[in-house]
């Protein structure tokens, strides 16, 4: 199946409406019917700014980047992003053509 890889990125403790912004996201998915989504933590990663986020022991916790990924049609990635734009969040995302399926029977 021909599907669009959406991926937007926040980090680990940035909030929407008293939400950690992946919770939201995904509840926000599940409510405009896309069938799942995935959020994976960084272990390291910087932003806009250069500033190197590491996760270590002397760090303090909740700056590492927060990846959130669907596989989903064109038409559900427009409407998730519509209402992430509606929300008034400001999330960067990369959305690229994708083939989808699953292996044996």
Do not use: C
């Amino acid at each position: 199946m021909n599907a669009v890889m959406l991926r937007l990125f926040t980090e680990e403790d940035h909030k929407h409406q008293g939400r950690l912004v992946y919770e939201w996201l995904l509840e926000s998915a599940r409510e405009l019917g896309i069938p799942g989504g995935s959020a994976f933590r960084a272990i390291a990663g910087y932003g806009h700014d250069g500033r190197m986020r590491e996760d270590s022991f002397f760090e303090l916790g909740g700056k590492l980047p927060v990846e959130v990924m669907f596989a989903v049609s064109a038409e559900q990635a427009d409407a998730l992003l519509a209402r992430v734009a509606a929300e008034g969040l400001r999330l960067f995302y990369i959305r690229t053509a994708a083939e989808t399926g699953t292996t044996g029977n």
